[in-house]
């Protein structure tokens, strides 16, 4: 077992390569659509094409969970977000949403007072019965190094 003071660890979906480069196409969309404006109600194409473009094409490379010794970092699309190893009771893979063709599977930090916090940017999707296996991964990593952390250290 490593003492305290490992490099931090970044934790991501394969999925936002799929966001990022609808984000690109939808900024490529909107910037063809600035070349042919010739009238100001041109704008409405190239601002709904253009403003989750950029918004895509920027923030997704940036999403991530961030887990040190301290905790660990929720960085999503909408939130950012810092939870401390001693505010953490449990991390866990769970369902979010759900009903549909597919479900999505996160992982689920459980914080004191029972409350559930879904890391929805590491989401996996499987179908009604199966299980994730990166997510099931990632979490029982998050799960190890948050028991390691208590015991004084962090596991390798």
């Known amino acids: 077992m490593k003492e ?19 984000g690109l196409v939808l900024l490529a969309v909107g910037i ?15 601002s709904i094409f253009m403003t989750p473009g950029i918004w895509l094409t920027l923030r997704v490379p940036l999403c991530s969970v961030r887990i040190d010794e301290e905790g660990l970092r929720y960085r999503g699309l909408f939130r950012t977000k810092r939870f401390s190893w001693g505010e953490v009771t449990c991390i866990r893979p769970g369902v979010i949403g759900g009903g549909s063709l597919l479900t999505s599977v996160a992982p689920v930090l459980v914080l004191e007072g029972a409350e559930e916090v879904e890391l929805a940017i590491l989401a996996g999707y499987v179908r009604k019965s199966d299980i994730n296996v990166r997510v099931s991964k990632q979490s029982s990593l998050m799960e190890s190094l948050r028991v390691g952390r208590q015991n004084g250290g962090i596991p390798s």
């Open 32 to 46: 063809g659509s600035v070349a042919e404006w010739e009238r100001f109600d041109d704008i409405i194409p190239v």
């Open 4 to 22: 305290v003071g490992r490099a931090p660890r970044e934790l991501r979906s394969p999925w936002l390569l799929l966001s990022w480069v609808i």
